[in-house]
Each structure stands twice: as structure tokens, then as C-alpha cells.
Nanobody, 116 residues
Framework: QVQVVESGGGLVQAGETLKLSCLAS????????MGWFRQAPGKEREWLAT????????YYADSVKGRFTISKDNAKDTVYLQMNNLKPEDTAVYYC?????????WGQGTQVTVSS
């Protein structure tokens, strides 16, 4: 099994930046990729970005491309989500997911609130 724990959320103003962290533990050698998602109140969970655990290849949703950057530090078993120029519509709970096919391991999420 793999456990993931998100951190770094908080309250920021529009235009500011925030960097989220996702620490993986357990059988991290089996992780294929890590992804970030978010869920706003009353909305479905939305995929934001994915990074290959070994390859480092990155993929982004159009909604965040150019503003958000996913990165990783394998030595620390940590994935990051750098969020720039935040907007009120970015307000959501942000989740990290570890893909270990066929299983998926989710964290509890971290709240990001962007005030206008």
C-alpha cells in the first residue's frame, strides 16, 4: 500500500501563489504516477495535473496549464503543485493521488481558499 498526505493549503488573495506538497509513504517504489485533483463545493472532482513517478513526464488540464506546475522530488517521495496567479474560482479542496495499477491511493485533501 501507499499513503499520501497533502499539505500547504491556506487562505490567499487573488493573484498570489501557493505551493502544495504531497508526501507519499509505504511502497512508493510501486508508484507509477502521482496526480493532483481538486473539488469545489457542489462540483465534481477535477483532474489538474499528473507526473510520471520515474519518467517525470507531466500532463496538465487546460484549465490550469500555464498557471500550475507539478514537480517531484523522488528523494523525498514528495510531489508538489506550484500554483501561480490564483483566482477565486481556484477555491477548492486539493487532493493528491498515487497510481499503483490497478489501485489508487488518495489523501485527505488540503483546503485552498482564494479571496477576491
Amino acid at each position: 500500500q501507499v499513503q499520501v498526505v497533502e499539505s500547504g493549503g491556506g487562505l490567499v488573495q487573488a493573484g498570489e501563489t501557493l505551493k502544495l506538497s504531497c508526501l507519499a509513504s509505504g511502497r512508493t517504489f510501486s508508484v507509477e504516477s502521482m496526480g493532483w485533483f481538486r473539488q469545489a463545493p457542489g462540483k465534481e472532482r477535477e483532474w489538474l495535473a499528473t507526473i510520471g513517478w520515474s519518467s517525470g513526464r507531466t500532463y496538465y488540464a487546460d484549465s490550469v496549464k500555464g498557471r500550475f506546475t507539478i514537480s517531484k522530488d523522488n528523494a523525498k517521495d514528495t510531489v508538489y503543485l506550484q500554483m501561480n496567479n490564483l483566482k477565486p474560482e481556484d477555491t477548492a479542496v486539493y487532493y493528491c493521488k498515487a497510481q499503483v495499477s490497478p489501485a489508487q491511493y488518495w489523501g485527505q485533501g488540503t483546503q485552498v481558499t482564494v479571496s477576491s
